[in-house]
DNA sequence: ACGCGCCCTG
DNA sequence: CAGGGCGCGT
């Protein structure tokens, strides 16, 4: 997994150093257009730049775009209840939102926000809504006329104020399901917000509490400190706009140093108390009031989270003081060493006790999350800390019991948390540091993939989500005991709840991030590419598993990749390094959603080995959801059931009738072979292997699911039509090269007039024929310059004949089995070609970049007619035959 | 803005 | 051979 992780990471550098150098575009500033590229990277790519603050600041974005979406949809309803042009309600409203979440936190400041409706609050919003990616905070404190959020431009753009990031972002989760608050009446409001009100006011007695605004700065600034201490090694020359990046976006809160935290409530915290009420009282009437309790709900949820943060942080640092106590006498002498690896440890320690001890108070905000959850979609719930907490306990649990060091019993949550240290102490005491540290990697990773997971569920599934967050809270504590086999912990709680099953596909294996799922409404989502990147947008966030991969392979020691393209969406992570991995199989392999007995898991669970329980989910991916119809295959074509492994042997599929882009899908998918996917549940890979499989996935269900239907393939009837390219085509369209070196895609559908042509094969076919180009040139170039350096002088010595090594080398390539006669025209134009590409040489211009293109346009008027013969679906046999 | 083609990479 | 990025032409 190091090996592959690295691999990428290097791949990705060059990658992005390319894109850095061939940025010729002029976009303002080069720090403005590093910035984009940075934010787009983060929002679509692994963002393991920053891992700390991750697993918040992901969320937080996607939660802050969600939002937005969400606004939008909800616009109609704003508008009737509003007698104000909605829009600019709306926005108005979104920017309180979100001026709140950002803003409120930011203790004293916001004592004034909320009487005023405050200029700060909008100047924030303008500043995040903008999402103009600037780092300095004062451009977020200068007053200014409300920026209606920009949907598009900021969508994939991290949107939190500098300043206020820290509770930021586990506010958000709340906000989004409040959100849905806006539907109930007025009464439920009302209930609802005395309900939390009364929590607050429980919490706000919190020692932890405690007002963010001060400590914010230091805390941002030691966070950033080690983060650019620590990614300094993987800056690779983006240093710079990465860096000022992650100032702004600043370490996740969860992470943050726990050092200056503590103190009781604040005084603002009480003001702003006193504030709301009167507000409350104040607006009575009209939408105005709706705004209001909305804004207060998201307030009050807001000094939710940050108590619960405070709580954690705290936690985690007791934790990390025992942990220090525990192992910095044997690991010493290994922190001497001390690079970014060392450190990186001891931050995943501290986070590791971050999360495992910060699950143990969970519990109450769960509570209330719940309750929320079930008067609106909060499928946002889920992505509070509570869940998240849980979660992790849970994988925690885990983790001990696949040491075989926890005991059966973890009932209470001290017991929990003792438990945990225990495991800590044995593990120093036996096996020392590393394994824990290893230990804690698998942990936190797990952890991460579920929050990732569950927030996408969140977002893709609202409804669903509520109920999911029920059974998985529910189930999570009680699993571990149940059973040693913690495979069987989390999915049994799903089952009994068959709404849950669609989107719990995607919840339950952590790795499949893809919010394309069936079940997610997303309408557009299968259309193009550039689709895709919206439905990114939209729902899913790609983030959240750039963080997992992040903070997988931080763990692990390796850089982190930084670009990892659309990786995230999608999906399948078939075995997994982090133990997570190989769920994907199971999520893949699995059917749909039918409420699975646990019996179906053993042999599963067996072949899982060690995973979090959340990674066992039987459930298919949301890919799944598009049949990738196997003519042959009678439609289960792609998604193996999990009963697939008992079924007919995969073999039997016609592997030449199958698809090339199928195949190849599947290989990437499978691990290579479509007959062998299930073998994939014995392979042990690297998560970070798995995300660009995943990826390969995706494109497929995105890029060709929309394509018209495959389903009309008729698998039984006798017509040749295939949804897909089958190496004969290959085979054939390296003939027609012979002929035509440009083909249009008009020619190509006529000659491939036994494949049903949607985009996905128009632009294989396409790609094939400028790869086949590629070679042609490639081959061209070479002997040209050979011919120079042999001392050739005359363009007329060139020429092509049939043994001619240029001929050999293309016949070899186009033509291999050397059962096709090459028409001479093809000789010719491979000689003009040949001299073409000599005289340039020879005169120099190769020099120019763009030397080449001249040549191009010459040879592409040489194309001659294809032979009629190769319009014929069979012309391969008659071809060949002659 | 979109599609195409080249280029580079894996 | 496929992905992805980029530039160019429309």
Known sequence: ????????????????????????????????????????????????????????????????????????????????????????????????????????????????????????????????????????????????????????????????????????????????????????????????????ENIIRGMSHSPLVRPN?????????????????????????HGISSNEHRRSDGASSILSSPGSRGGGVSAGEAYRENKRKQRLAQQQHSFTQLVCSRQEQRQEERRQLKLQLEDMQKQLRQLQEKFYQIYDSETEEEEENGENGESDRVREREEDGNLSEDSIRSDGLEERHRGRGRNGHDDLSELDPGLFLDRARALLREQALINGELEEDVDGREEEERNGERVMKRRGGAAGGRQLAETLKQELNCAVSQVVDTVVKGFSSPKQAVGHHIGCHTSTPAAPSSSSNSSSSCPPPFAPLPSLTPDSRFGSSALALSLNGDGSP?????????????????IIVPSPLDSFGGLSSRLSGMPTPNDQTEA????????????????????????????????????????????????????????????????????????????????????????????????????????????????????????????????????????????????????????????????????????????????SSNMLKMFFSDVKFNRCITSQLIKWFSNFREFYYIQMEKFARQAINEGVAAVEELAVGRDSELFRALNMHYNKANDFEVPNRFLEVAQVTLREFFNAIVAGKDADPSWKKAIYKVICKLDSEVPEVFKSPNCLQELLHD
């Not at 230091?218 to 620590?230: L, T």
């Open 522 to 538: 997303t309408p557009n989502y299968h259309h193009s590419s550039n689709q895709r990147l919206h439905c990114f947008g939209d």
């Open 568 to 743: 995230l969406p999608l999906v399948v992570r078939k075995s997994g390094g982090g133990g997570g991995g190989e769920n994907g199989n199971l999520s893949s392999s699995l059917p749909p959603p039918a409420p699975h007995h646990p019996s179906l898991h053993p042999p599963l669970t067996a072949s899982l080995g060690f995973s979090t329980p959340s990674f066992r989910h039987p459930f298919p991916l949301p890919l799944m959801g598009y049949p990738f119809q196997n003519p042959l295959g009678g439609g289960d074509g792609y998604p193996p059931g999990p009963k697939d492994h008992h079924r007919s042997s995969p073999d039997s599929m016609d592997m030449t009738r199958e698809t090339v882009s199928l195949r190849t899908k599947m290989a990437s998918l499978g691990g290579g072979h479509l007959s062998h996917h299930h073998h994939l549940h014995h392979r042990q890979s690297s998560p970070s292997q798995h995300g660009p499989e995943g990826l390969s996935l995706s494109l497929i269900k995105s890029e060709c699911g929309d394509l018209q239907d495959m389903s009309d393939i008729s698998p039984y009837s006798g017509s040749t039509i295939q949804e897909g390219l089958s190496p004969n085509h290959l085979k054939k369209a390296k003939l027609m090269f012979f002929y035509t070196r440009y083909p």
């Open 213 to 237: 605004a001060g400590d914010q700065d230091g805390n941002r600034d030691n966070e950033n400190g080690s983060n650019n201490s620590d990614h300094r090694g993987d800056g690779n020359g």
């Open 1 to 196: 997994m190091p090996d592959h992780d690295s691999s990428t990471l290097l791949s990705g550098q060059t990658k992005r150093r390319r894109v850095d150098i061939g940025v010729k575009r002029t976009v303002g500033s080069a720090i403005f257009a590093r910035a984009r590229e940075n934010l787009i990277d983060g929002m679509n790519q692994s963002h393991s730049v920053d891992q700390d603050g991750d697993c918040s600041l992901v969320g937080d974005r996607e939660k802050s775009n969600v939002l937005r979406k969400l606004l939008k949809r909800a616009n109609s309803y704003e508008d009737s209840i509003m007698p104000f042009p909605g829009a600019t309600i709306i926005s108005q409203l979104l920017k309180n939102n979100m001026g709140k979440n950002g803003g409120s936190d930011s203790g004293f400041q916001g004592s004034g926000n909320l009487s005023s409706g405050g200029s700060e609050i909008q100047a924030e919003d303008g500043c995040s809504n903008s999402s103009r990616e600037r780092d300095s905070p004062s451009d977020c404190l200068s007053p200014g006329p409300p920026l209606p959020p920009p949907p598009s431009s900021s969508s994939f753009r991290r949107q939190q104020p500098p300043s206020s990031h820290n509770s930021h972002a586990p506010s958000q989760p709340l906000s989004l399901s409040s959100f849905d608050l806006d539907r109930l009446s007025d009464e439920h409001l009302r209930a609802k917000r005395a309900r939390v």
